[in-house]
């Protein structure tokens, strides 16, 4: 019982925990320590903060271990905040970001409502997709799309590893973001190209991405919206898409990828598989969030086939995380999975040219 008590007070506090990294990556402590140990002094004139209150929040932290306190009233970062400062090489400053931000945080104390209504608890609560909140909100907007390059910088350099992608020719990676995925695989096939096709707010990252990644004089970026059509290539990169939509509308960006994907072209998606537990969480957040849902292998299977595709292998979680990549081959146009009205309107744009 002590044992069952401790884990389900862990659980229920944890809300108090993410607030307390949160308001310390919002201050900026973790990069301000980033160099070194600073008193608590420094600390509340470069934050702004009152002394009193910071000290408080410090300790906090100190109990966390995220900081340690190498003498009394001098702070520094332990191993385990080094990951809060943004130039860490597994950031997840962005991340906590987003998590602790107030718009995200108010949709997440609606779960229950979502539980009982099947409604996306982010709709509920703003009156708004997330998207087109965020459309609404360029700051969070930017805090989002710096979170989903963080996450894809963790697995992007192992696609290339698992998947061959030498020989491609034209990747198209669709919703690719700030870019990290579509750098990865052009800088592993040395005559391709790439486009990184995505909205105007998704995208807004990329070339400066891309060009840091040396692959811009490869790469375009086009704005338009996938659920109306896709860019042709032999290669097609969805990573995080899916998940974000019901199937009806993954059916309908699938089918967009099979129209425009050249013969012998490949798929790759990339997301959990449930019932892994990085899965299972992530299941609740698109509750929370988009509406999507996480999805087991064979419900992958069956969602692709609609779409156009086999899939033809999944490959082990990339570099420790829950993600791995489901590799489809499109389907023979003899073949077709069940037809689909499109939800989204909207025109895409035409290829890039070269």
Same mark, same amino acid.
């Given at each position: 019982?002590?044992?069952?008590?401790?884990?389900?007070?862990?659980?229920?506090?944890?809300?108090?925990?993410?607030?307390?990294?949160?308001?310390?990556?919002?201050?900026?402590?973790?990069?301000?320590?980033?160099?070194?140990?600073?008193?608590?002094?420094?600390?509340?004139?470069?934050?702004?903060?009152?002394?009193?209150?910071?000290? *408080?929040?410090? =300790? @906090?932290? $100190?109990? +966390?271990?995220?900081?340690?306190?190498?003498?009394?009233?001098?702070? %520094? /970062? &332990?191993?385990?905040?080094?990951?809060?400062?943004?130039?860490?090489? *597994?950031?997840? =400053? @962005?991340? $906590?970001? +987003?998590?602790?931000?107030?718009?995200?945080?108010?949709?997440?104390? %609606? /779960? &229950?409502?979502?539980?009982?209504?099947?409604?996306?608890?982010?709709?509920?609560?703003?009156?708004?997709?997330?998207?087109?909140?965020?459309?609404?909100?360029?700051?969070?907007?930017?805090?989002?799309?710096?979170?989903?390059?963080?996450?894809?910088?963790?697995?992007?350099?192992?696609?290339?590893?698992?998947?061959?992608?030498?020989?491609?020719?034209?990747?198209?990676?669709?919703?690719?973001?700030?870019?990290?995925?579509?750098?990865?695989?052009?800088?592993?096939?040395?005559?391709?190209?790439?486009?990184?096709?995505?909205?105007?707010?998704?995208?807004?990252?990329?070339?400066?991405?891309?060009?840091?990644?040396?692959?811009?004089?490869?790469?375009?970026?086009?704005?338009?919206?996938?659920?109306?059509?896709?860019?042709?290539?032999?290669?097609?990169?969805?990573?995080?898409?899916?998940?974000?939509?019901?199937?009806?509308?993954?059916?309908?960006?699938?089918?967009?990828?099979?129209?425009?994907?050249?013969?012998?072209?490949?798929?790759?998606?990339?997301?959990?598989?449930?019932?892994?537990?990085?899965?299972?969480?992530?299941?609740?957040?698109?509750?929370?969030?988009?509406?999507?849902?996480?999805?087991?292998?064979?419900?992958?299977?069956?969602?692709?086939?609609?779409?156009?595709?086999?899939?033809?292998?999944?490959?082990?979680?990339?570099?420790?995380?829950?993600?791995?990549?489901?590799?489809?081959?499109?389907?023979?146009?003899?073949?077709?999975?069940?037809?689909?009205?499109?939800?989204?309107?909207?025109?895409?744009?035409?290829?890039?040219?070269?």
């Amino acid at each position: 019982m002590t044992d069952a008590y401790a884990l389900l007070s862990r659980m229920a506090f944890g809300h108090t925990t993410a607030q307390i990294v949160y308001a310390a990556v919002r201050l900026g402590v973790p990069d301000l320590l980033a160099e070194g140990s600073m008193p608590v002094g420094e600390l509340a004139d470069a934050t702004g903060a009152d002394p009193d209150t910071l000290r *408080r929040l410090l =300790r @906090a932290l $100190v109990a +966390l271990r995220v900081l340690d306190e190498p003498e009394p009233g001098r702070l %520094a /970062l &332990t191993p385990v905040g080094r990951p809060l400062c943004a130039g860490h090489p *597994r950031s997840m =400053r @962005a991340a $906590v970001l +987003l998590l602790g931000d107030p718009a995200t945080w108010r949709a997440w104390g %609606a /779960l &229950t409502y979502g539980v009982r209504t099947g409604e996306t608890t982010f709709d509920h609560v703003h009156g708004l997709p997330l998207f087109d909140y965020l459309g609404r909100h360029p700051e969070l907007s930017e805090i989002f799309n710096d979170a989903m390059r963080e996450g894809t910088a963790v697995v992007a350099a192992e696609v290339p590893k698992v998947c061959d992608v030498s020989g491609a020719r034209r990747v198209v990676d669709v919703g690719g973001g700030a870019g990290a995925l579509l750098a990865a695989v052009v800088a592993a096939a040395p005559e391709a190209r790439g486009i990184l096709f995505d909205t105007a707010e998704g995208g807004a990252g990329a070339p400066e991405a891309l060009r840091l990644a040396g692959v811009d004089g490869r790469c375009a970026v086009m704005a338009g919206d996938f659920f109306a059509s896709v860019p042709e290539g032999d290669l097609m990169l969805l990573k995080g898409i899916l998940h974000d939509w019901d199937d009806e509308r993954c059916v309908t960006l699938l089918r967009n990828c099979r129209a425009s994907i050249a013969p012998g072209g490949r798929l790759l998606v990339l997301e959990p598989i449930l019932p892994e537990a990085a899965a299972v969480m992530s299941d609740i957040a698109m509750l929370v969030y988009t509406g999507g849902r996480e999805r087991s292998r064979e419900e992958y299977r069956e969602l692709l086939a609609a779409g156009g595709f086999v899939l033809t292998g999944v490959t082990a979680p990339l570099a420790g995380s829950g993600i791995r990549v489901l590799l489809a081959e499109p389907a023979p146009m003899s073949e077709p999975g069940p037809t689909t009205t499109p939800t989204a309107g909207g025109a895409g744009r035409p290829p890039a040219r070269w």
